[in-house]
Nanobody, 121 residues
Framework: QVQLVESGGGLVQAGGSRRLSCAAS????????MGWYRQAPGEQRVLVAS???????NYAESGKGRFTISRDNAKNTAYLQMNSLQPEDTAVYYC???????????????WGQGTQVTVAT
């Protein structure tokens, strides 16, 4: 089994920054894409940013120029650096990873439990 544990959420003032971390552990042979999603109250979960094992990144329009995703493959960890945060960024942020647990296996999608980010005016 694989676990994803997010950390770094909390309360931040508008214009401030926050860095989220997502550590994957358990039976891991390789990780393909890692991504950050967010879900605001009453809304659907949406992609914020994703990164491949090779470092190629993809960002939602809402985060371009403000958010930076990165990963440390040796630590099976992904990060989301969020700058210039605004109240509309308030949401629960979830980590997602496509994990293969053995050489011959297929990639399976895993989710973390989520971490709350609240941006105050």
């Amino acid at each position: 089994q694989v676990q994803l544990v997010e950390s770094g959420g909390g309360l931040v003032q508008a214009g401030g920054s926050r860095r989220l971390s997502c550590a994957a552990s358990g039976r891991i042979f390789s990780i393909n894409i890692m991504g950050w999603y967010r879900q605001a109250p009453g809304e659907q979960r949406v992609l914020v940013a994703s990164i491949t094992a090779g470092g190629s990144t993809n960002y939602a329009e809402s985060g371009k120029g403000r958010f930076t995703i990165s990963r440390d493959n040796a630590k099976n960890t992904a990060y989301l650096q969020m700058n210039s945060l605004q109240p509309e960024d308030t949401a629960v942020y979830y980590c997602n990873a496509q994990v293969r647990s053995d050489y011959s296996g297929r990639y399976v999608n895993y989710w973390g439990q989520g971490t709350q980010v609240t941006v105050a005016t």
